[in-house]
């Protein structure tokens, strides 16, 4: 075990009577990280498009003016990173990906979030339906900036945010369940924060 | 936020591979450009640590630390030679 | 090339703090006696790593700032939203144990016997391990001469400076001050590029050997604007920084 670093603070808990909205591990920050395993895109508002895909061949696709016409609604969240930080009541505007899959009319059991960059994530399909995930434009009330994730990004706030993928340029709907970037890398294939499924294997 | 260089990781390299390696010499398995680890595109701030190559952005290397081990992947990598090396 | 995993290999040892010196109102020099410390070559680094009572554990890299044979010293710069700096620059005190492990890098790093005449490009805190090297060249007694530009944003943000102000023999120090100057300033202003490095830097037909060292974005351009000037790249070497500071 290391030794202690005389009066160096740990991380804060979470407030008095609060302490069942962290999960476990986790610590609560005021602040925002930035976390990135790559350079930032910026995609011109007027190239972007955000698409659903099956089989290689696209069902439906929004440009950024088409997707903005799209009714978007508010959310409140406390989001958990897999590196230990959680961050309460986080404020977003997004369009729910209900939303989006109804436009696209298709099914399936996962979904593939591809973005700018190169990034991908997977998820269930009932993870990204039921009022639990948004593809989000704003934060705290502001258009989202491009370290976060602007224009766009995927927001799944009840697993660990790596799942809520940032840059996002669409779902790719998929039979099997194939990892994305960081489950190819070691992490977990669900990634349920109240479960700590942070690494494959847990 | 800007990345860093591999000399960020020199204390992670010699973790994994047992000897210094910012000297040794990489070969982008996408693109073909070789040179010193310690020019590599290094991305600290995430679930894991991401070497990419600084001309074409292939990921190169990715270490997870996950259980008190360190996961190790270089498929992105085609040659890694220490210095001195053929 | 495969995946794997493996157990880690360089060891932590817990050094004593033996001094605090602060080098600007935001820079301190802290002094380290460790137990076990096989020696290191200007220019490399050194890791810390701090845990606290709850089993919180944050890691950060230094550059040495001291030469071969002088006591152990790392320069820390407080990074207003750090994590780690705050604690090494104002919760730290003599006699408190530091973690630390090293020393590390292969690359950038100085060797007394290379014959080269030494360009040294530092932004901010990048002078850190360029002072490690000019200690170790006056030490050795080498006797290349080395150009220092040191790019900084104030006067009173220049670390070291009555230090570099004494190099004479073979060693040409030149400022530029980027965001303020004081009254009467005869050194450059505003950030590197062509002219000041034509004017500071070694000419590439000296045959030159370089360091350059800060954030990002300070080594982005100075670095390519050494091979702008006919600097092969291999003879331009680079340490990134974080943004505001070290990794």
């Known amino acids: 075990m290391s030794p202690i670093s005389r009066g160096f603070r740990g991380r804060r808990r979470a407030p008095a009577g609060q302490e069942g909205r962290l999960p476990p591990g986790q610590y609560l920050t005021e602040d925002f990280p930035v976390l990135s395993a790559g350079p930032t895109p910026h995609t011109p508002l007027a190239d972007w498009t955000f698409s659903i895909t099956q089989g290689g061949a696209t069902e439906q696709s929004w440009s950024w003016q088409e997707f903005r016409a799209v009714p978007s609604e508010d959310v409140t969240a406390d989001i958990h990173c897999v590196t230990r930080w959680s961050k309460f009541d986080t404020r977003w505007r997004g369009v729910s990906v209900d939303t989006l899959l109804d436009q696209a009319g298709q099914d399936a059991p996962y979904v593939l979030a591809f973005c700018d960059g190169g990034y991908t994530t997977n998820l269930p399909i009932e993870d990204v339906t039921g009022g639990k995930a948004w593809v989000a434009f704003d934060y705290d009330g502001q258009p989202l900036e491009p370290e976060h994730g602007g224009p766009a990004r995927l927001l799944v706030p009840h697993l660990y945010f790596w799942k809520s993928a940032k840059w996002v340029r669409g779902l790719a709907l998929r039979d099997h369940d194939a990892p994305g970037f960081w489950e190819t890398y070691g992490y977990h294939m669900y990634g349920d924060p109240w479960k700590e499924q942070r690494y494959a294997g847990d | 936020m800007d990345a860093l260089d591999g000399n960020a990781i020199g204390g992670l390299l010699i973790d994994v591979f047992g000897a210094e390696m910012t000297a040794a010499t990489g070969t982008c398995g996408a693109c073909g450009d070789t040179g010193p680890v310690a020019g590599l595109v290094v991305y600290l701030k995430a679930p894991g640590t991401v070497v990419r190559c600084r001309i074409c952005g292939n990921v190169l290397m990715v270490f997870v630390k996950a259980h008190g081990m360190t996961c190790v992947d270089l498929t992105g990598m085609a040659r890694l030679d220490q210095p001195g090396a053929a | ?247």
């Open chain 3, 1 to 247: 090339m495969e995946r794997t995993a493996v157990r880690g290999r360089l060891t932590w040892q817990a050094a004593t703090v033996t001094g605090l010196t602060p080098e600007t109102a935001a820079v301190v020099t802290i002094t380290l006696d460790p137990p076990d410390w096989p020696g290191h070559q200007a220019g490399q680094h050194l890791d810390v790593r701090l845990t606290a009572e709850d089993g919180y554990v944050a890691e950060r890299s230094y550059s040495i700032a001291s030469a071969p044979g002088e006591p152990l010293a790392i320069t820390v710069e407080r990074l207003e939203d750090g994590e780690v700096s705050p604690y090494l620059t104002e919760e730290l005190r003599a006699g408190d144990q530091l973690e630390l492990r090293g020393p590390i890098g292969g690359y950038f790093v100085w060797k007394p016997a290379d014959a080269s005449p030494l360009t040294l490009l530092a932004g901010g805190s990048g002078i850190v391990p360029l002072r490690a090297i000019l200690r170790d060249r006056l030490r050795t007694g080498s006797d290349v001469p080395a150009r220092l530009l040191y790019s900084a944003r104030t006067l009173p943000d220049v670390i070291y400076r009555d230090e570099l102000g004494q190099h004479h023999d073979g060693v040409a120090v030149s400022y530029t001050l980027t965001r303020a100057q004081p009254p009467g300033w005869a050194g450059h202003t505003g950030r590197i590029d062509a002219s000041l490095l034509a004017d500071a830097a070694w000419p590439a037909t000296a045959k030159p050997l370089a360091y350059v060292c800060g954030p990002t974005s300070f080594v982005e351009t100075a670095a390519a604007g050494l091979v702008g000037l006919g600097y092969p790249p291999d003879r331009v070497k680079t340490e990134r920084f974080g943004a505001t500071g070290g990794h």
